[in-house]
């Protein structure tokens, strides 16, 4: 026996309750539901007790009082010894072994796997594990070693599960009906083997069935109702006591006795609480048990949060310092690595996804729009036919003095090319408007009929030019600009042929091409390229959000589902503690984001070309980062969110406003001021802008514009981090 344990119980009490009081709810709630009403229980070591009550009467709730993982508002409970949930008391933890009601366990395990999965977090030595593995799959008749718990039926399910409780051999085994959906036969076996086990060794079990009968071949019984013990005694006692035949029968008179079953209220609790330590094998009990009672109102209302008794401080430290071994770390880590490559939606999801996403932006954002038609009305010429016949076009009379221009539009519809947009060819104005209000082209260009003529005259006469040749020297454009992006595109693309149709003229005409141009030069750009694409501007705030949020969709899928399907809770009553759950799932999750991040580099490095001016490992550093804030925001979620779709809302629900505002889409310049104020808190607002200036400017870590960036993720992790303990202690 461990010499760290209190020794205040008696050596031969395996479980000791007193006076146990437990509701849910809120501490001054009126309504909130006792569920332990002042119960007072005992279990010796080397035998079974059978906790045997109505559904909803509270003995799951008990049991889980019992494990460690929940705690009594007041009373006292002693488990081998120590109080559960406190270091030194091995509880929870490889002392005891647990079936919960639920089958709770990992269902990409084999039922091998299962096994020694529990077999290492409770410290066993494989050939330990190797020895009891056959011998429980001989008891319970197990299916074969390869089967996927999942595919197992809901009898083998439970089977695996009991056999996961008992493989370590534990002082104290707690099985919440482990018998429900097995076949007599198999049922009856596994009561011998317990009765054997109890009778040659001091394990002690406590089991709860609702096939009353069976729990005949219990050492002790207490039938439970409404919070408390109304009996509590050897099956033939019970009998003999009521003078029934059948332990159904007795516990059916006892009911009527007790009246409707209705939650016990305070009146009558203590006459209870009598009934419940008179039928008691020790009377010692009775005395705290009593006394507790009487105080039990102010007791209640006292303690933590919901008045709860909690774990002393300094035991979280102890558990710190000491938290893990190699061998429950590596059986931790194998079951994640496990539950992931064996969901091939779920590999799928983590490994190609980012993949697809990467690729869908770089081939559908930022290229030139392509296959537009715009309309062409040319009144100078009688037939666009003209415009074909190259000699027409492209010959008139030039000296040092005189350029006579003929029918120039022609030279420009024929810069215009269909890179740019389609021409469709119009005889009258009114034939292209109307075509452009039904959307058939995206709008037209109208020569006058003496275009060429107004140029000439505008371009020789300039001060004495006609007033209409002014006008009738334009090219007048009618766009529809119900679409942005496409307006922009033909603006730039009209711009940039008009100048190189005017240049062109101007060369023909032997006149500096300068005069063609606006005195405004764009010079060699600071950063970046003349001709540099939205990709570029968007590509660091596409792959931030993706980082980020699978990280989050991951977390609170796997941390909700593993609640869910108590598989947490198993692992740990198995003695595994919260943190190294946690920071199992952190290595797992690093590892996966590790992989994304540099599949997201290489891609759009060899793929797409996309430009890096700076150093990887400063882009690649701030994307782990943000993926870990995600992971912690995903762990947030989880904790405050019950179902599965109340986390997917919530995630989904955050990632559209985080888009819209984090200035990926538009830049945040274009913001209302406070808007901004409100973006840069976002988490990849700022580190948006850092990752793009490592990008495009090549700037280093020194910079504060990029040194900024893993400030704002780290002021986000610290501050997630914060609120999942908050969280952590408020739904605890
Ligand atoms: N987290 C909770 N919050 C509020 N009420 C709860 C909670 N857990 C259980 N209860 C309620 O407490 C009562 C006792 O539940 P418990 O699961 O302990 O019963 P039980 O005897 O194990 O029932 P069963 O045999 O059907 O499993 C039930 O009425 C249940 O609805």
Redesign the pocket.
Known sequence: MDPELPQNGSKMTAVEVISGYKY??KAKDPNK?I?LNHLNMSVTRGSIYGLL????????????CIVGRKFLNDGEISVLGGTPGTAGSGVPGPRIGYMP?DIALVEEFTIKETIYYFGRIYGMSKEKIRERYKLLKHLLELPGDDRYVGNCSGGQQRRVSFAAAMVHEPELLIL??PTVGLDPLLREKIWQYLVETTSTSKMAVII?T?YIEEAKQAGCIGL?RN?ILLAEDTPNNILERFSCTSLEEAFLNLCQRHGPSEEADRNTHQTQTLRAVTAAPDIKKAIPALATATTEKKSAEGGGLFGEKRKPITDTIKQLVSFTTKRRMNALLSKNFLQMVRQPAGMVFLFLYPIFQLVSFYIAIGGNPKGLRIGIVNDELTNIRQCFNESLIHTYYTDDYECDLYKVSCRFLEKLNRSIAIQEYYDTYEDAYRDARKGKIVGFIHFAENFTESLQDVRDNVRDADDGSFIMSEIKVHLDKSDQQITFFLEKKLLQTYREFAESLMSDCRLPTQLANIPITFETPVYGTFDEEFTDFMAPGVVMTMIFFLATLITATIFITDRLEGVWDRTIVAGITALELLLAHIITQTSIMLLQCLEIVLLATFLFDAQNQGSNITVVGLLMLLGFAGMLYGLLISIFCDAQSTANFMATGSFYPMIILCGILWPLEGMPQYLQYVAYCFPFTIPSIAVRNVLTKGWSITNSQVYMGYGAVGVWIISLLLLCLLGLKIKR
């Open positions: 849910y709810g539901k569920v009550g109505a559904s909803g009467c509270g003995k799951t709730t008990l049991l889980s009601q919440d009906e709860t609702h439970m919070g």
